[in-house]
């Protein structure tokens, strides 16, 4: 926070030195998927071309796909969590892959 009372100078360092702060974040992306093998591609293009300008990570958490998802996904540089509880989608692999992930930021995609 910038203090008036502050000289120029000194506003100018703690501006710099926040920006410098948020240039060092990593923004964990998290893609829960089931059976999506059609679509997978597409999504990690488009995420890959979206983070491209900023540090970030994508996390593919796969619930039980008996699709070729994995197989599809892993042409990617993704970090791939297969999940072997039935039942447990999308909220289990959001959870999970909060304990798998490097990034300070956290981001969810979601299917609508």
Same mark, same amino acid.
């Given at each position: 926070?910038? &203090?008036?009372?502050?000289? %120029?100078?000194? #506003?100018?360092?703690?501006? =710099?030195?926040?920006?410098?702060?948020? &240039?060092? /974040?990593? /923004?964990?992306?998290? @893609?829960?998927?089931? &059976?999506?093998?059609?679509? *997978?591609?597409?999504? $990690?293009?488009?995420?890959?071309?979206?983070?491209? #300008? @900023?540090?970030?990570?994508? *996390? +593919?958490?796969?619930?039980?796909?008996?699709? #070729?998802?994995?197989?599809?996904?892993?042409?990617?540089?993704?970090? *791939? $969590?297969? +999940?072997?509880?039935?039942?447990?989608?999308?909220?289990?692999? %959001?959870? *999970?892959? /909060? =304990?798998?992930? #490097?990034?300070?930021?956290? =981001?969810? /995609?979601? %299917? @609508?």
């Amino acid at each position: 926070m910038v &203090n008036p009372a502050d000289s %120029r100078v000194d #506003r100018y360092e703690k501006i =710099f030195k926040t920006r410098r702060a948020m &240039n060092n /974040l990593l /923004l964990s992306i998290v @893609i829960p998927a089931k &059976n999506e093998e059609d679509n *997978i591609s597409r999504c $990690l293009d488009s995420v890959t071309q979206a983070a491209s #300008r @900023i540090d970030h990570e994508i *996390i +593919l958490v796969d619930c039980c796909s008996k699709d #070729r998802t994995i197989a599809v996904a892993s042409r990617y540089p993704v970090k *791939i $969590l297969e +999940l072997l509880l039935t039942g447990a989608y999308p909220s289990a692999a %959001r959870y *999970i892959a /909060l =304990f798998f992930r #490097r990034g300070s930021l956290f =981001f969810s /995609l979601t %299917r @609508i």
